[in-house]
């Protein structure tokens, strides 16, 4: 759907006499006439024409909705409506974003491309066939559909199926040069939910330092082991 700015312009014709010595002085003569409001105007009967001019047309189209999965660390898996601009997925991940294909299938990972060194806390790892942990992704992110050319929504049964695969939120540990993931008990991840609902309830001022879960931040340096 666009929008246009049109131009209506009606024209209204009328003749008068003028009395003058040239054809120049008689239209001076109507000109000044015209001025001084001597010549009304019926728009029922001096009516000439009229005609309709479009401006720069503008996209009115309503945004592009998605439904995907919300994946933030410490909690479960959300489902939620995200816009498709890009400002809309920046703002869902809180930074630039990255996509990441680790799955055979039409779905992607949207993740914050700099998570892992700005301060964000470990999120999920992913794993090879053999479950061996390949990475881990660091700040929130989105699971979502992929089309020919764009993102989209999730099936019904893509969001059950990755719903299930990321629900178990983790924590991180360092055993040397390698990283160990362990699931983290329910009523810690329930505690971090209730927090953070009450934390982005209306009319809560967020106090100093709100915003982040405290919890030691694990960087990943170049040639790290899983």
């Not at 001096?46 to 479009?54: G, I, L, P, R, T």
């Amino acid at each position: 759907m666009k929008e246009y700015d049109i131009k209506i312009t009606e024209v209204l014709e009328k003749t008068v006499q003028v009395q003058a010595d040239s054809r120049e002085e008689a239209e001076a003569i109507a000109s000044e006439n015209w001025n001084n409001s001597l010549y009304e105007m019926d728009s029922a009967e001096d009516y000439a024409d009229v005609s309709f001019h479009a401006g720069e047309e503008r996209d009115i189209s309503p945004p592009e909705i998605m439904d995907v999965l919300l994946v933030s660390p410490g909690e479960y898996p959300r489902e939620v409506q995200v816009g498709t601009e890009l400002e809309d997925l920046q703002e869902a991940v809180g930074g630039m974003i990255e996509c990441v294909y680790p799955f055979d299938e039409q779905v992607g990972l949207i993740v914050n491309e700099e998570g892992k060194f700005n301060g964000s806390l470990l999120n999920r790892a992913l794993y090879s066939e053999d479950g061996k942990m390949v990475d881990v992704i660091a700040g929130d992110f989105l699971v979502v559909g992929l089309t020919e050319d764009n993102f989209g929504s999730l099936t019904p049964e893509q969001m059950q199926r990755y719903e299930q695969k990321f629900h178990q939120p983790e924590t991180f540990i360092r055993m040397g040069r390698s990283i160990m993931a362990l699931p983290i008990p329910e009523d810690q991840v329930k505690r971090t939910m209730a927090k953070k609902a009450s934390r982005d309830s209306p009319g809560r001022k967020p106090k100093d330092g709100d915003g982040r879960d405290a919890g030691k931040v694990i960087r990943f340096p170049a040639g790290h082991e899983m």
